[in-house]
């Protein structure tokens, strides 16, 4: 069974819409993320929460929102979606460990068309 | 600015073969580099991290360098096999606290060949 699952894999919508990506990770890692990726560019990321009562802003946060639910939960909203928000977009979990080697272990991706 | 370029973009070689992806970074100050592999259709999976004081790392046939005084780091891939097929990214983390701290590179495209 995977450790990190997304829902959907594949999602169709319209502008203006609202949609929900959704996370659970079963790897008991307190970190959790959401990137997004597009072709040519680097993974970016959105949102990301080192524990329930922690969230936080990442470099492209304008137009999303997360909320988490659990340590297991992680989701991720757009709450009126607009074409260029079209991506792959990828959850990942992380344990911090001694130093900073903490590895990240990212979901399947959902694949987010606006139209 | 903090930056991770990758070079080939795409890489096409025949399976058997070696090959070397490069990246080199301008992040600083540094903590660790990440190489991962991404296969189509599926997340990132980490292969290597190595920290300043690594020079070489092998995991199976892959094999990551990191010069970090040029601010340079390598991977090569060892008796190619068509399941090398794959995007592979380097990542560097900064010596800072908080998330915002992972620079990702745009990926280098491996197709492997019969």
């Known amino acids: 069974d995977a450790d990190v699952t997304q829902t959907p894999r594949n999602r169709i919508t319209k502008t203006g819409k609202r949609i929900m990506l959704e996370c659970s990770q079963t790897k008991g890692h307190d970190r959790m993320y959401w990137y997004r990726q597009d072709p040519g560019l680097g993974l970016r990321l959105i949102y990301y929460?080192?524990?329930?009562?922690?969230?936080n802003k990442g470099e492209i946060s304008d137009g999303y929102s997360v909320s988490r639910q659990a340590q297991a939960k992680f989701s991720l909203s757009l709450e009126s979606a607009i074409p260029n928000q079209t991506a792959l977009y990828f959850c990942?979990?992380?344990?911090?460990?001694?130093?900073?080697?903490?590895?990240?272990?990212f979901g399947p991706g959902t694949r987010l068309t606006v139209l | 600015k903090n930056q991770v370029e990758q070079s080939p973009q795409s890489l096409i070689i025949l399976e058997g073969k070696n090959c070397t992806l490069q990246?080199?970074?301008?992040?600083?100050?540094?903590?660790?580099l990440r190489w991962y592999k991404q296969d189509t259709g599926r997340g990132p999976v980490s292969l290597t991290i190595?920290?300043?004081?690594?020079n070489t790392k092998s995991n199976r046939r892959y094999t990551a360098t990191l010069d970090a005084d040029t601010k340079q780091s390598s991977l090569h891939i060892t008796a190619s096999q068509l399941s090398d097929s794959a995007s592979y990214i380097c990542v560097v983390k900064k010596a800072q606290t908080g998330a915002n701290n992972l620079f990702f590179g745009t990926g280098t495209r491996l197709t492997v060949i019969p």
């Open positions: 990246c080199n970074y301008t992040v600083s100050p540094f903590s660790n």
């Open positions: 190595m920290t300043f004081s690594e």
């Open positions: 990942a979990t992380s344990a911090p460990l001694a130093g900073s080697t903490d590895t990240q272990y």
């Open positions: 929460s080192f524990d329930v009562k922690d969230i």
